[in-house]
Every structure is written in structure tokens, then in C-alpha cells.
């Protein structure tokens, strides 16, 4: 039973930090869109725009780059994790 409830909460673990992932890289690239062309309107998230205001392209560039590889990792550590417990 240990290792059941172990591997249900690595995967709602995964599910929420893809769900995460997707609304910030959603939102990153809105704002990456924004900066590069210049345009007056922006479609992220209010919430996420605080967050980034001020920031220059290569910021958010940089920013994008460093989610992307630690999102990766988590991923990675989480698969690692899942294979351990279903070998046991």
C-alpha cells in the first residue's frame, strides 16, 4: 500500500508541475512576443507580467532557458523516483 500511495503522489506531483510549467512558458512566450516586437497590447497574465516587468528580452530569454533545464530535471527526478518504486 506504501508504494501505491508513494507513486500516486509522484504522478499529482508531475501533473501539477507540468500544469505550472505550461502556465508560465505560455505567459513567457506571450511576453517574450510583446518585448521583441514591440507591441502596445500584452496577453499574459496580469499576474505574470508583474512579475516580469522591466525585464528585457535577453532576461526573459536567459529566464526561458534556465525554466526549460529545470523543469527537465525535476522531470527526470521524478521518473528516477516513479522507477525506483515500481522496482522496488
Do not use: C
Not at 22 to 37: G, K, P, S, W
Not at 61 to 81: E, N, Q
Amino acid at each position: 500500500m506504501r508504494t501505491r500511495a508513494g507513486i500516486a503522489v509522484l504522478l499529482l506531483l508531475g501533473v501539477a508541475l507540468g500544469s505550472l510549467r505550461e502556465f508560465l512558458f505560455i505567459n513567457l512566450n506571450y511576453e517574450i512576443d510583446r518585448v521583441r516586437y514591440q507591441r502596445p497590447i500584452a496577453y499574459a497574465h496580469s499576474r505574470f507580467r508583474a512579475w516580469t516587468e522591466g525585464w528585457d528580452l535577453g532576461a526573459l530569454l536567459t529566464f526561458k532557458w534556465v525554466l526549460s533545464f529545470a523543469y527537465m530535471a525535476a522531470m527526470l527526478g521524478l521518473a528516477i523516483l516513479l522507477m525506483r518504486l515500481l522496482q522496488g
